[in-house]
């Protein structure tokens, strides 16, 4: 099968004159380049609905961007990529001290557990009436990209749930695991007895709370760095003082105090839960097959153009041999 290579021998205009959208993408070896025409939108009209989908994917997509900013992405090449793979590796014995290092030592030789993650496709379509484009341009007016600003927005906030709660798409039996479902994090429940979390109760207590996930997380050697995730309602009651006896400082500022925490993030895929990441590459890493894009075809003899906001690829949560990993899920 041709990779993204294959356009490089096979010019996108020479590709332009094979058959249907479908036959053009697999001749190109799933290049999306080659579903991206000139044939309804002009050159700044896609200029336009591209900034629009930058835009609001950097704004939206906080989880996975926090994993971009780690480092912690895999090129898996192509969006013909439908499943990536990772070992779960067994610890060696620790070393050994003389003072030769002439002794024979121990021969360790790790075991490993080949695991599997689906490469699932994210996406949200749109239409684009050819009368109602063209009467924006007789006006003189900029292509609106308010529905392609609607569609990346979802296809945003599915990509971020599925790093937190993983997805129900299966492949060959494999299945995405998200920070939240995960069956080797670290779980626990917030000191709140009276069910409310962390929202105004005189039985919470964040910062026990927090100290106590980063205490699971060390105690399996997880050592930082970390994010803490916490709900939107939560992120807002984080900004009050924390102790009016203990200086101005806010939860938040508190939190970051601890030195292994570099960020505290709120999401709507979280509700009355909190999650602690240790952001290395044998916690949590983004296999990308296809990075956010929108691609583009006719029908109707052209009087209606399809356009689809769209990206394949999937978080890969990992965990030892010995079924833990660096992830803590503490909730109510």
Request: glycine share 8%; aromatic share 6%; net charge negative.
């Amino acid at each position: 099968m041709m990779r993204n290579g294959a356009a490089s021998t096979r010019s996108l205009q020479q590709l332009a004159g094979i058959g249907s959208a479908g036959k053009r993408f697999a001749a190109s070896g799933f290049n999306v380049k080659v579903l991206r025409t000139l044939d309804l939108l002009r050159k700044d009209e896609w200029i336009r609905v591209d900034e629009a989908v930058v835009r609001v994917a950097r704004s939206q997509l906080g989880a996975v961007t926090d994993l971009r900013n780690a480092g912690l992405v895999r090129n898996l090449g192509s969006i013909g990529v439908m499943l990536d793979q990772f070992e779960k590796v067994t610890e060696v014995d620790e070393a050994e001290q003389n003072m030769t290092g002439i002794a024979p030592g121990q021969r360790d030789l790790p075991e490993y557990t080949l695991a599997t993650v689906p490469i699932p496709v994210t996406f949200r379509d749109f239409q684009v009436n050819i009368r109602v484009l063209e009467a924006s341009r007789t006006r003189g007016a900029a292509m609106d990209t308010v529905t392609a600003e609607m569609c990346t927005r979802r296809v945003t906030e599915k990509l971020d749930d599925m790093v937190f709660n993983g997805s129900v798409v299966q492949a060959d039996g494999a299945t995405i695991l998200g920070y939240t479902t995960h069956p080797d994090r670290a779980t626990g429940t917030l000191t709140d007895t009276a069910g409310e979390g962390w929202l105004p109760s005189a039985a919470r207590d964040i910062i026990a709370d927090v100290v106590a996930m980063v205490a699971v997380l060390e105690a399996r050697n997880y050592r930082g760095p970390y994010i803490l995730y916490v709900p939107v309602n939560y992120k807002s009651e984080l900004r009050n003082d924390y102790s009016t006896a203990k200086g101005d400082r806010t939860f938040e500022e508190r939190i970051l105090a601890i030195e292994e925490i570099t960020a505290v993030r709120s999401t709507v895929s979280l509700t009355a839960e909190v999650v602690l990441v240790q952001m290395t590459s044998d916690v949590v890493d983004l296999s990308v097959g296809q990075d956010i894009t929108t691609v583009e075809w006719d029908e109707m003899g052209g009087l209606v153009s399809n356009f689809k906001i769209m990206a394949a690829l999937a978080p890969r949560v990992k965990s030892s041999a010995i079924d833990e990993n660096g992830v803590a899920h503490f909730s109510v």
